[in-house]
């Protein structure tokens, strides 16, 4: 269980860094992280992080496929949380 919350922790907090970093390359005109690679952090545990990241740095708000899709995710993985402590633990 130490391991789950470790990586959760660490996956989140590399989501709201990568939105902060795209934030800034997008200020400047630079090279841009791919939205695959933002939507395939949340989906790896990562969508309170990019949620955060969204919301705090005012990046992808108006982007369907993350103000849809990342609490969709979110909430997908709050229940596969609640399925693995009722049947698995």
Known sequence: MK???AYLLIINAVGIFFMLADKQKAKKKQWRI???TLMGIAAVGGSVGVLIGMY???HK???AKFYIGVPLLLILQIGLAVLYLIYIK
């Open 61 to 63: 708000t108006k982007h």
């Open 56 to 58: 705090a740095f005012r």
């Open 3 to 5: 391991f789950i919350i």
């Open 34 to 36: 791919p939205e695959a």
